[in-house]
């Protein structure tokens, strides 16, 4: 529980929504100012979607275990590390996904 009323916590809602949306039409209106992004900004921009994705499967693969032997023998984390040796050999994003659930689920429903 919180001691700020509804009011408070709307107020900070659309406030902090308003700051997103000016963060983002900022970024517009700066490319839609130039020309030609930089080529240091473009090569920078390459890097977004892997950090991104990184960003969103690493803390789903990882969780911490009692000991460094059960958080490294997580199923999810050598399900992971499948899928992720399957996606840097094939580059098929089906094959990957089909790969790491099958190595999952054989982990999980299988293996004891």
Known sequence: MTDHGPIAI???IVLIGVA???IRLSFIHLF?????VPPAVERALRFV???VLAGLVAPALISVG?????TLLD??????LVAGAVAWRT??????????????????FVVP
Do not use: H, K, N, S
């Open 32 to 36: 839609g100012r130039i020309d030609d």
């Open 91 to 108: 580059e098929d994003m089906f094959a990957t996904i089909g790969v790491g659930m099958a190595t999952l689920w054989l982990l999980r």
């Open 20 to 22: 997103t949306y000016l």
């Open 66 to 70: 009692p000991t460094l032997e059960a």
């Open 10 to 12: 709307w107020v900070a």
């Open 75 to 80: 199923d999810r984390l050598l399900a992971g």
């Open 49 to 51: 979607p892997p950090a």
